[in-house]
C-alpha cells in the first residue's frame, strides 16, 4: 500500500501536465445548466469561464476533479481484474465523479447565491466533497481485502 500511496502525487503531477480544456468546458458547461435548475443564471464568458452578478467562476483542472480521479488510480488499480475490467472500472469511476462534481459545483453556487460567504459555500463544500471520495476510496482500495 506504500507504493500505490507514493505513486498518488506521481499520478497527480502527470495530470497537470495537461490543460484538459474540453474537460474543463464541459464542466462548466453541466454546471451552468444545473444552476439553471436552482435559478441561478450563469452567463458563459469563454470556454472555462463563466460570470454571475459580477462574479467570475473560472474553471481550473481541480474544478473538474480530473486530479481526483487520476489520484485515485494508484489506490484503486486491481492487477487481477485485468486491463479491460479496469478500464471500464475507471471509466465508470470518471461518470461518477463528474456527475458528483457538478452536484458539488452546484450546491456550492446555491449556497453563494443565498449569502454565505464564498469560504463557506465553496471552500467547505469542496473539502467536504473530497474528504466523501477520499473515504470511499478508502473502503474500495485495491489492498483492502488482504486488510
Not at 9 to 28: D, G, K, M, N
Request: with cysteine; charged share 15%; glycine share 6%.
Amino acid at each position: 500500500m506504500m507504493v500505490r500511496f507514493a505513486l498518488v502525487p506521481l499520478a497527480v503531477a502527470i495530470c497537470y501536465c495537461f490543460e484538459w480544456r474540453q474537460l474543463r468546458f464541459l464542466t462548466s458547461e453541466a454546471n451552468l445548466r444545473v444552476d439553471l435548475l436552482a435559478g441561478i443564471s450563469l452567463q458563459r464568458l469563454s470556454y472555462d469561464t463563466l460570470a454571475w452578478r459580477g462574479v467570475l467562476y473560472r474553471y481550473e483542472n481541480a474544478c473538474t476533479f480530473v486530479d481526483v480521479w487520476f489520484g485515485c488510480l494508484p489506490l484503486l488499480w486491481q492487477w487481477g481484474r485485468g486491463l479491460i475490467k479496469n478500464v471500464l472500472f475507471f471509466s465508470g469511476m470518471a461518470l461518477a465523479l463528474f456527475a458528483f462534481n457538478v452536484f458539488r459545483l452546484s450546491v456550492s453556487d446555491v449556497l453563494f447565491a443565498v449569502g454565505l460567504p464564498w469560504d463557506l459555500a465553496h471552500n467547505v463544500i469542496s473539502g467536504f466533497a473530497y474528504f466523501l471520495v477520499w473515504v470511499w476510496v478508502w473502503r474500495h482500495r485495491a489492498d483492502s481485502a488482504a486488510i
